[in-house]
């Protein structure tokens, strides 16, 4: 068969968005603006994913008709969002949990430990507007409990953040890692977050925040315990 005849290699001429999404759906995995996708990324996608993201969001800009070609504040504008989706404000989808280097409890901690605030950034997923805001976490540890650091919860936070996320969601998200991560007795999430998709559209409210907690274990067992936990994380300050 002549070289002209040949049939064309799909994979070569598919986007590599398109090539990610097979991966995941012959895994049989969800692929949710909050998930992690990493698994199914391989070597060079995201350079790649990068120039097709920045393709499409030129198109973007084109339908909303800024004339990127002549406007200087705008010429490079597709590839700077491409890239800050890609690289920062998104990257807890694209790139693997940071590692985290567990302890043994070796001296068999009991008491209650407090983490926080945490300072805490990310993007709603239903305007992709900003969501800034604190984070406590306490955890009951027992003798069998993993011990990690204390700039790791920042780093898993981060992590997590850095996705569009929904705030309800995302708190159960960070529960369920950190209790597969230190296996306490007990652990408790409080989040407290300002989100811009109401303080800058919308009705524009700006002094409305949003406050919501996750209970693991003993806090959710042990109303002494949790009340504890909320009078010393104290909102207010």
Partial sequence: MSEALQKPDTAAIQPVSARIRERIYRAKQRFHANDNISAFLEPG????LLDEVEGKMRGVLESLVIDTESDHNTQDTARRVA?????EVFRGRYMPAPAV????NAERLNELMIVGPITVRSACSHHFCPIMGRLWIGLMPNEHSNLIGLSKYSRLAEWVMSRPQIQEEAITQMAELLMRKVSPDGLAVVMEAD?????????KDSETKMINSVMRGSFLKDAALRREFLSLINLKN
Avoid: I, N, Q
Avoid at 101 to 104: A, D, G, L, R, S
């Fill in 45 to 48: 996608d995201l350079e790649a």
């Fill in 83 to 87: 890239k800050m989706y890609l690289t």
């Fill in 101 to 104: 280097t567990e302890f043994p």
């Fill in 195 to 203: 989100h811009f998709c109401m303080h800058w559209r919308g009705v």
